[in-house]
């Protein structure tokens, strides 16, 4: 495969999101991020309420991209067993053959994942994490790339069961997709009027192989000291602020760590300045930080937080790839 620049790599993400317009209307700035995400490595968790294209985002993803899609409704009665896979019995061999389950695909949608039980919320994290899944003693690799969408609905409580924060900070990013405007509810129904199906197809941008080279090209990106510093500081600034019981974990450095290299890359550049460190903060941490019981009480919110941060701890000054 040819290697890309940077600009051609900024090209191919442009045509990823031109692509998808055809589907998701008004919505670059979160297709950005959640492309962000992938080049990262990382699995995204969308919270918001029912019917704003959650489901059909991460089927566009799946589509443009080249990557096998599943899947799974997360309901009380479902087991781990239902998204891993298991063992058969085989009558014509005499043997038990293991079935793969769900898991087994490019990009899984794990819709409602709140509305599964701990048990099986685990296997799922447990697969996230270390990309393979373990039934009866025997170990099997995931398919690369392997990425989760994970949904959760904010409204509804009963019958579900919250993710602890140990889960939650296993999503490198935790994001909103939001209502549209007056005008972008509009072209999506001009949009339905012609096609005779509510279901979307859309061609493929780049391959599977391609998508992977972006992804090493990510982890390519130079990033200064005096950023790796600023990362530092504004996450250690998150555990000292009034109302914040838990700040953010050196995990949640991290996650800022590679979503800023993989939007610099996004925009065209070997190098990351500030600028992507203020673009991803907020989705990188504001599902690792727990407020106090008072905060929750009063409802203050973690994005403000976070703007406090901003604003209190100084960027340093942009600096280009030294030469090697």
Do not use: W
């Not at 490595?41 to 919270?47: D, M, P, S, V, Y």
């Not at 701990?118 to 990425?147: C, Y």
């Amino acid at each position: 495969m040819k290697q890309k620049n940077p600009e051609e790599a900024k090209k191919t993400c442009e045509e990823i999101i031109s692509t998808m317009r055809g589907a998701i209307v008004g919505k670059d700035a979160l297709l950005q991020k959640i492309l962000a995400g992938f080049l990262a490595g990382g699995h995204i968790l969308i919270e918001d309420v029912p019917g704003v294209a959650k489901t059909l985002i991460a089927n566009c993803f799946a589509q443009v991209m080249d990557l096998d899609f599943g899947r799974v409704q997360f309901l009380p009665d479902l087991l781990p067993g239902d998204i891993t896979g298991g063992y058969f019995y085989d009558a014509r061999t005499g043997e038990f053959v293991f079935r793969k389950g769900p898991l087994f695909t490019g990009l899984l949608l794990a819709d409602e994942v709140n509305r599964g039980t701990p048990k099986t919320q685990s296997a799922l994290l447990e697969a996230m994490q270390e990309r393979r899944v373990t039934v009866e003693g025997n170990t099997f690799d995931l398919p690369q790339p392997f990425l989760v969408i994970a949904t959760q609905n904010p409204i509804e409580f009963d019958g579900t069961y919250p993710l602890p924060e140990a889960q939650l900070d296993r999503f490198i990013m935790r994001l909103e997709v939001g209502y549209p405007t007056i005008e972008e509810e509009a072209e999506v129904l001009y949009n339905r009027t012609k096609r005779s199906q509510d279901e979307i197809s859309l061609t493929k941008t780049i391959s599977r192989d391609e998508f992977t080279h972006l992804q090493v090209m990510a982890e390519d990106i130079y990033i200064h000291k005096d950023i790796l510093d600023y990362i530092s500081r504004l996450t250690q600034a998150t555990r000292g602020l009034d109302y914040v019981e838990v700040g953010a974990s050196p995990r949640g450095s991290l996650a800022i760590f590679k979503l800023c290299r993989a939007l610099a890359l996004i925009k065209g550049r070997d190098f990351v300045i500030p600028e992507d460190i203020k673009e991803v903060i907020k989705p990188a941490l504001v599902h690792r930080i727990i407020l106090t019981p008072e905060a929750r009480i009063e409802r203050r919110s973690i994005t403000k937080l976070i703007d406090q941060v901003l604003r209190e701890v100084t960027p340093p000054p942009i600096h280009g790839r030294e030469p090697s």
